[in-house]
C-alpha cells in the first residue's frame, strides 16, 4: 500500500500525457462490481451496493465554439503534460496565479448557482443543465465536459457515491445528501472546487457526516504553509475524522492544477509517509472523500461513478489552493453571496463522538425500489478502462 503514494494519482484519474502508470496493486482497496456481458445501452444485473441507481442520460450539451476549449474537448484526450516525475511540482507565475484567480472565481460561482438548485424534485440532469448555462455565461468551459469521454459539464455524486457520478434522469429526495463538483477552464486555466449539500430534511448522521468532512477539509487548509509537508495533511484529516468512526477514501486523492487539469502533486487524503514539502507558488486541490462505514468502494461500469462498498453516505469538500507566504488561498473561495452552511444557519455542531457508536449510525433514507435490470449507459469505450487508471470527471 505504501507504494500506492506515488502511484495513486495516475490510479485514480485518467492517465494524463506522461503521468505515472499504475498497476494494479496487491491489496488495493479498488472493486469493481461483476456486470454480465453488455452490448449497446445494455441489460444485466449489477450489483449496487446502496439506493441509487443510474438514470437515462440525455444528449451530451454543445459549448459554442467562441469559447476557449482545453484540448480535449474534441476528442477527449488531454495532450497537455505536467512534470513527468511524481515530486516535481511547478512554482506558478505571478501570471499563471491571476489566471487561476479568475478560473477559481468562476468555478465558485457556478458552484454556488449549482448548490441553489438542490432540492427534493430536482434531477442531477436540470443541475447540469445549469452548470452548462452559468459556465457558457461566464466566457467559461465546463472542465469535466469530455475530459476522458466524460459525458457532462460536472459531477453529482449522491448519498453512496464517492465521487464522479455522472448527471442523468435521477431525482434527488428528501433525505439525500448530495456533492456538486465544479471545475470551469477560463484564460487556459481550471479552477476546481465542490461542495456536499442536504437535500431537504437530513437525519442526524448525515449532518455529522457532512460537518465533520467539512472540518477535516478546513483543518487540512489551515495546516498548510511553506515547508509544510504534504503527507501532513492526511495526518491532520485522519485525526479529525477518526473519533467519530469515519474513514478516508484513498484509492481518490487531491492533485496539482493550473493549465493541466490533473497534475503534481498528489494530496494523500490519509496518514502517509510520501516526500515532499509545500513551497510558495504551488497550487493544488485538497478533497478528502470521507465515509460513515468502509473506504472500499465498487466501481460501476461506466467507468467512473464508484459507491461505497457497504453502500453507506459519504461527504466531499474541496478547494483549489495557492501556497502564499503566509498560509493557503483558496482560489475558489466562499463569497459573500455564497450559500450558508446549514450549520450557519441552525446553529449546528457535531455531537460528541462518543454519543453516536458507529453501528448505531443509519444509512441515508431508502429510496423506492429500483430495478437492478435494464436502461444503463456505458460512457468509456469498451476496453478502454483500466482498474489500475486514475478516474477523474
Known sequence: AARLALFVHAFVHPTYGLSIRAQPLRGSNVQRAALPSMSGFGAGTFQYTGSVRPGKQSPTRQIPRSIMRPDYADDGVPKAKGPFLPWQVEIKTAKDIEGMRMAGRIAREVLDAAGRMVAPG???????????????????????LNYHKFPKSCCTSVNEVICHGIPDSSVLRDGDIVNIDITCYYGGYHGDCSETFLVGEVDDAGKQLVKVTHDCWQAAIDYCQPGRPFNGIGAVIEDTIKPHGYSSVKEFCGHGIGKVFHTNPNILHYRNKEPGEMQVGHVFTIEPMICEGTARHVMWNDGWTATTKDGRRTAQFEHTLLITPTGAEPLTGRLDTSNPFFWELEGYSPPDPTAIASAERPKAAA???????????????????????????
Open 367 to 393: 429510496r423506492p425500489p429500483a430495478p437492478q435490470k435494464g436502461f444503463y449507459t456505458a460512457v468509456a469505450k469498451k476496453g478502454g478502462k483500466k482498474s489500475a487508471k486514475k478516474r477523474k470527471k
Open 122 to 144: 430536482v434531477t442531477t440532469d436540470a443541475i447540469d443543465a445549469l452548470v452548462t448555462d452559468e459556465t457558457i455565461k461566464r466566457g467559461a468551459y465546463p472542465s469535466p
